[in-house]
């Protein structure tokens, strides 16, 4: 309990109690905020990966169209 003053004991408590409740979550808000930032950065890695592996298809599929035009084209000579 605070010591004497002449704001009501009950009043001093209470802002007392507020600030060691919010230095007692602290680590786990920031344990929390660290989780949610690791975990955005995998789901972006995540999403690169799966943008790159469908430009590589797209690239590999271009050549392989542009092979078989190539053989159709020799095919006709």
């Known amino acids: 309990m605070a010591y004497p003053t002449a704001v009501n004991s009950q009043i001093t408590d209470s802002v ?7 230095l007692g979550s602290a680590p786990a808000v920031a344990l ?8 955005q ?8 990966a799966t943008f790159a592996q469908q430009q590589a298809y797209i690239t590999a599929q271009a050549a392989t169209a542009q092979g078989v035009a190539l053989i159709y084209a ?3 000579t």
Do not use: D, F, R, W
């Open 16 to 22: 007392s109690q507020a600030g060691v409740v919010t």
């Open 41 to 48: 950065a995998i789901a972006m890695a995540a999403h690169n």
């Open 74 to 76: 020799q095919a006709n």
């Open 32 to 39: 929390a905020s660290l989780y949610q930032a690791v975990a």
